[in-house]
């Protein structure tokens, strides 16, 4: 999902304020002489977005319809390649059923995978459970979450693994949650044509399809589990509007296709311009390049002064996390200060 972040191994249950890619805001108050219009490359959406189909009027000024639903979780169930689409649980936006999932869980102790997205662990903590921070799958707990592939170290695990630990915590009453927020354009083994009981597959819409403001996400599972999920979700939980774009964007496997060749050579790119300013790739995916920096917090100020908001990690100053530029000024841009 989202922004992640290098992390600790040990007790997660205190809160902690949370960074999120994406902010302006804060990019605004930390530059606030830097020109305009800002480059947001804090976060891993893809920059081309899915051209939205037009849509009709009435998508805007009534009430979806089940037949509505029922349609966008058909067209998620065949991209995701879910044989039954009662194993889908549509929801307006993956963080929903972040938040949503350890509300339904009984209270246990939780291992999340990290340095990870932090949400996760932030979530299972405010439900009430005992959380840790772990660097393996291998994990003493009932529930335990990866991030495949991760974010943001672009880490990757195997399908044939991820379905031999959801077994082995679904033998005891465990669940294993695997966030494939980045899969879509990636070569990684999703589990998604693999549901069984102990196992729920979270899926993004927004960052494959460049429409994060549509909010729209999945959970995958076992049907009587989604729908769990959908009844805790309430009626209408998904917007018109988001219905019939999710159900158009889904559809289109060749847009899929040649968005992962796409930003594949996009991310090359940015590849090369990160080595040419000295410094090194230590992960990612398709949609972001995470680097160490020799002099990583110089250059986070010096590309916001010129108006480029990356991402930082404060447990690691040296590392810098880079979204991709959407056009030739863009990238012009971002070379210029690199260079």
């Keep these: 999902m989202g922004e992640g972040g290098p992390g600790h191994v040990g007790s997660v249950s205190e809160p902690v304020p949370i960074a999120h890619g994406g902010d302006l805001d804060a990019a605004r108050t930390l530059f606030p002489d830097a020109p305009t219009p800002w480059i947001d490359l804090s976060t891993g959406i893809n920059p081309v977005p899915y051209p939205c189909p037009p849509l009709e009027a009435s998508a805007f000024h009534r009430l979806p319809s089940s037949a509505d639903l029922a ?27 972040i938040e949503t999932l350890p509300r339904l869980w009984p209270r246990a102790r939780v291992a999340v995978v990290g340095p990870t997205y932090a949400e996760h662990a932030a979530a299972w903590g405010r439900a009430g459970h005992s959380v840790v921070a772990v660097s393996t799958l291998d994990a003493e707990a009932d529930v335990v979450v990866v991030v495949n592939p991760n974010n ?14 959801a077994d082995r915590l679904a033998a005891r009453g465990g669940l294993l949650v695997v966030d494939e927020a980045f899969a879509d354009l990636e070569t990684v083994d999703s589990l ?29 599972a076992e049907p009587t589990l989604a729908g769990r999920l959908a009844e805790a979700l309430g009626p209408w939980a998904v917007s018109g509007p988001a219905l019939a774009i999710g159900r158009a964007a889904l559809a289109d496997a060749e847009w899929r296709r040649a968005a992962s060749v796409a930003r594949g050579a996009d991310a090359g790119r940015l590849d090369r311009m990160i080595a040419r300013a000295g410094g090194r790739v230590v992960g990612g995916t398709r949609l ?45 841009r971002l070379s210029r200060v690199l260079r």
């Design 152 to 165: 943001p170290d672009g880490r990757t695990w195997d399908g044939a693994t991820l379905r031999t630990h």
């Design 192 to 220: 998604g044509p693999h549901l069984r009981p102990g196992l729920v597959v979270l899926r993004s819409f927004g960052k494959t399809y460049g429409l994060a403001g549509i909010r729209l996400g999945f959970a995958l």
């Design 288 to 332: 972001f390049r995470t680097a160490d920096f020799p002099n990583g917090p110089e250059l986070f100020a010096r590309l916001g002064a010129a108006g480029i908001y990356v991402r930082r990690f404060a447990a690691a100053p040296a590392r810098l996390r880079f979204g991709l530029p959407a056009d030739r000024t863009e990238w012009c």
């Design 71 to 97: 349609a966008l979780n058909a067209a998620a169930a065949r991209a995701y390649g879910v044989a039954d689409p009662r194993g889908i649980a549509a929801a307006p936006g993956t963080q929903i059923l």
